[in-house]
T-cell receptor
């Protein structure tokens, strides 16, 4: 069974701070996706990374896929209250496998 | 496009009762997925369909769970009989394909509470 471990599980920071969350596995994935989920809603795709070492930027969010395609990180610069939510990583091999998520709270 | 539609949004039932969750995928999407989300286990794939045919049901927990897709615009997930440990948020998602770069679009979920 392929497992994705996300850390930290919970993160509470002040507006304006930077943060990084991690997604790690012992398995190799063809791609890795990051989703954000807000309370009472389904996950929404933020980005897909495919190539080992790939870096993608989405405004203040920077996503990196590890060289070996086993891990990924999400870095948020100058966090805002609107960034609050559950961040899920999902690795694709034959199907999509999700981590349990990092619950981020950004306090104004 | 209205996105993936799920009903009901909330369901409270008593142990032993039958529960039916419903999903309307995005028009034109050939794949439909059912997931269950809990704090302990995260988001787990239960079953997925391609062109209305079940492809992988290895995530269905036990025989009490069943899912059907009678046509391209509707699927249901049934639990009979329901048990308190089935309490969770159930999501339906749809996509155009199942490649490593395909996007799954999730519905808002059904929060199920079994008393």
């Amino acid at each position: 069974t392929q497992l994705l471990e996300q850390s930290p599980q919970f993160l509470s920071i002040q507006e304006g701070e930077n943060l990084t969350v991690y997604c790690n596995s012992s398995s190799v994935f063809s791609s890795l996706q990051w989703y954000r989920q807000e309370p009472g809603e389904g996950p929404v795709l933020l980005v897909t990374v495919v190539t080992g070492g790939e870096v993608k930027k989405l405004k203040r969010l920077t996503f990196q896929f590890g060289d070996a395609r086993k891990d990924s990180s999400l870095h948020i610069t100058a966090a805002q209250p609107g960034d609050t939510g559950l961040y899920l990583c999902a690795g694709f091999s034959e199907k999509l496998v999700f981590g349990k998520g990092t619950k981020l709270t950004v306090n104004p | 496009d209205a996105g993936v539609i799920q009903s009901p949004r909330h369901e409270v039932t008593e142990m032993g009762q039958e529960v039916t969750l419903r999903c309307k995928p995005i028009s034109g999407h050939d794949y439909l997925f059912w997931y269950r989300q809990t704090m302990m286990r995260g988001l787990e794939l239960l079953i997925y369909f391609n062109n209305n045919v079940p492809i992988d049901d290895s995530g269905m927990p036990e025989d009490r769970f069943s899912a059907k897709m009678p046509n391209a615009s509707f699927s249901n997930l049934k639990i009979q009989p329901s048990e308190p440990r089935d309490s969770a948020v159930y999501f339906c998602a749809s996509s155009l394909g199942v490649s490593s770069t395909d996007t799954q679009y999730f519905g808002p979920g059904t929060r199920l509470t079994v008393l």
